[in-house]
């Protein structure tokens, strides 16, 4: 059941104009799964994060309803929506290293939280205690300041804070951006865990990094300028991609074995368009080897195969004559 | 801890040292000659002149070399002798502060503490109401950036010559003696108020200002975002923010407090308020030598010593300080 996205536009207000951000995004995310959400900077992967939890000015909501669990989210509402927040639907935030006051403690941060949730700190303190240890962290972080923690630690602060309440979805939003390597994939793995102890049902894990996703996600879903490319299971994204953008963001990437000294890396020429006043019809057609006259019109994001979505008229096409 | 108090308190003694070497040789750089215009004050004869200003120059020990004076002063300074008042002959300079001290204190301490508990609570209230922000916040920058001294004569000639309201000098009623009674003190209150008033718009302003700023950084800091995501009621983020921005306050308001003892120069000097302010007024038109320098003694007193304490607070109040003393440059 989880998570329903119907047809959700958000923009960004500005004095030149609406910044379209977020057009007529429709997808699902199934119970207990893991989606992860890529495309580059700017392509509207955190603004559709940010429009499920927080949606404030200058962002405003054009259209669309968003469905947790069969019970819509008042996601316009942001007094209404506080009771959602945290309890069925919460976030780990790009930030996590600067989430936390400077100046309170750790364990007084916690229970102030959780006080508004009618949620006894000492009756929840056992369990806090349980996932601290699993995530390697001592009890005694809670009797310490947030600059005493390294950043590292500071962020499984904020994962296990932000999942105490068993959300029933939790956004990621880049939380292995700021990491090594070894450290990212022990984060991730952390949040795969998460969901095998059922602290968290299902997960949006956003990032630009699709290597990350390929170790994690049960599926992936590729956005382009604000508008939703692809959706499909990881091994049908990352072996057979039907959309021209996640198939020359796939071959952008290097492989194993391949020296590129002798064969250059391809990346994709052009840049993304402005969202201010973008291009009508499919966004990404100016940089598109295969498009033709049908993409001035906006394709819509369609099942192609079951659990695989893309938007792309050339695919509808060769796929009809197939 | 210790070696950090330790390191402080060494820099804090370097700092008195150098600052009275120089309080002791601004005056001394003035042209002039303070027995001179004291005794030119006086139609004397040559004679006589001669005499009287032999006198004088011993009894203020400026008849030995500077470096001797410089030393002399040193000793006397260590047994409490802030030397004898050249425009208040015989007066000792500790007498003639000491009497000063009061008013300052009954002044500025007021003026000080409620414009700074008044502008934080309005800052802060500032920030999240809109109209609030755009109404009464640029009255807050005029008054802030307002010439002190024209901003206190005005209220000097509205209440007290237009309305005739208040008094316009003194620290009480010439026709009274300065003692315990109804009438001393209502009289000293009525006299207390224009002053109190000016000082405090003026500072109410500027700390109104400084909250409001901090408080809309803080509401923009990436915990505030977070706890938002998380549903947290204003109510308890607005308490986060209030409590971090007003760390830079507090260090605002002991460096206030410090110069207290300074006085309010150009306030006492409007409204003709006898305290250390204009006094110091005073010594200066009269080349007093040990007056000025003097009050500049407690003036770097008082800066010297609410610095300290505000090394203090911040180990209380914030953390991080706390902390970072273990580390490096501690």
Redesign the interface.
């Known amino acids: 059941m989880s998570l329903q996205v119907e047809e959700l536009t958000v923009y960004y207000q500005t004095l030149k104009g609406d910044v379209r951000a977020l057009e007529e995004a429709t997808f699902r995310v199934a119970d207990g799964e893991i989606m992860g959400l890529a495309g580059e900077s700017g392509c509207g992967k955190s603004t559709l994060a940010n429009s499920l ?2 949606l ?1 000015p200058p962002m405003r909501l054009v259209k669309g309803r968003v469905t947790l669990d069969g019970e819509e989210l008042p996601i316009h509402d942001m007094e209404r ?7 069925r639907i ?2 780990i ?1 790009q ?1 996590a290293m ?8 750790i364990g007084k941060i916690i229970a ?2 959780v006080r ?1 949730r009618q949620v006894d700190f000492d009756d929840i303190l056992p369990e806090l205690k349980r996932r601290l240890d699993l995530v390697h962290l001592s009890y005694d972080v809670l009797d310490m ?1 947030p ?2 923690l390294s950043g590292g630690m500071k962020q499984r602060v ?1 994962m296990v804070l ?1 999942t105490l309440l068993n959300p029933s979805l939790l956004l990621a939003d880049e939380i292995t951006s700021a990491l090594d390597v070894s450290s990212q994939k022990a984060v991730m793995e952390m949040l795969v865990s998460f969901r095998g102890w059922e602290f968290v049902r299902s997960v949006i894990v956003i990032t630009h990094d699709l290597s990350i996703l390929y170790q994690v996600a049960d599926s992936i879903l590729i956005m382009y300028a604000g508008q939703l490319a692809e959706k499909a299971s990881t091994v049908a994204i990352i072996r057979a991609p039907r959309h021209p953008y996640t198939r020359m963001l796939i071959s952008s990437l290097p492989e194993v074995g391949v020296k590129h000294a002798e064969r250059r890396l391809t990346g994709i020429p052009g840049t993304p368009p402005l969202l201010l006043n973008p291009p009508e019809g499919c966004r990404f057609r100016e940089r598109c080897p295969v498009a033709f006259e049908k993409c001035v019109d906006v394709p819509p994001f369609i099942q192609i195969e079951p659990g695989h979505f893309v938007a792309c008229w050339k695919e509808f096409e060769t796929n009809a004559r197939a | 801890m210790r070696r950090y108090f330790g390191r402080k308190l060494l820099i804090y003694v370097l700092t008195f040292f150098l600052a009275v070497t120089i309080d002791w040789l601004i005056p001394r750089f003035m042209p002039g000659d303070p027995v001179q215009t004291m005794l030119s004050r006086a139609a004397l004869h040559a004679e006589a002149r001669e005499v009287m200003y032999g006198y004088y120059v011993r009894a203020f020990g400026l008849d030995v070399p500077l470096w001797q004076q410089y030393l002399n002063f040193w000793n006397a300074l260590f047994h409490g002798d802030l030397g004898t008042s050249v425009y208040l002959f015989p007066q000792p300079v500790v007498k003639v502060i000491m009497r000063a001290v009061p008013y300052d204190i009954l002044l500025l301490l007021p003026a000080i503490l409620l414009s700074w508990f008044a502008g934080n609570h309005f800052g802060a209230i500032a920030a999240r109401t809109r109209w609030l922000d755009n109404t009464l916040l640029p009255v807050g920058y005029i008054l802030t950036a307002t010439p002190y001294m024209w901003l206190g004569i005005l209220l000097a000639w509205v209440f007290g010559i237009v309305l005739g309201i208040f008094p316009i000098a003194g620290a009480y009623s010439f026709e009274l003696r300065p003692h315990l009674s109804g009438a001393f003190l209502a009289s000293l209150l009525k006299h207390w108020f224009l002053p109190f008033a000016s000082i405090f718009l003026v500072k109410f302003g500027g700390w109104a200002i400084g909250m409001r700023n901090m408080i809309i950084y803080e509401l923009e ?3 505030a ?9 204003r109510k ?1 983020i607005r308490k ?1 923010a209030f ?2 921005a007003i ?1 830079p306050q507090i260090t605002g308001l002991a460096l206030d407090l410090g110069v207290i003892v300074a006085g309010a120069l150009v306030t006492e000097v409007v409204f003709s308020y006898p305290g250390i302010g204009y006094l110091i007024l005073q010594a200066i038109q009269n080349q007093d030598y040990f007056l000025i320098q003097g009050c500049f003694l407690f003036i770097i007193i008082g800066v010297l010593l609410a610095n300290f304490a505000i090394d203090i607070a911040y180990v209380i109040v ?3 300080t706390r ?1 970072g003393m273990t580390g490096e440059g501690a």
């Open positions: 939890i927080l404030k929506m506080n009771s959602y927040r945290f309890e919460s976030i935030p930030y600067n989430a936390l006051n400077p100046t309170q403690k102030d939280l508004w300041y600059i005493e904020v932000s | 800091s990436d915990y975002h977070y706890l938002e995501a998380l549903g947290t009621p308890l986060y409590r971090n760390l914030d953390p991080r902390l």
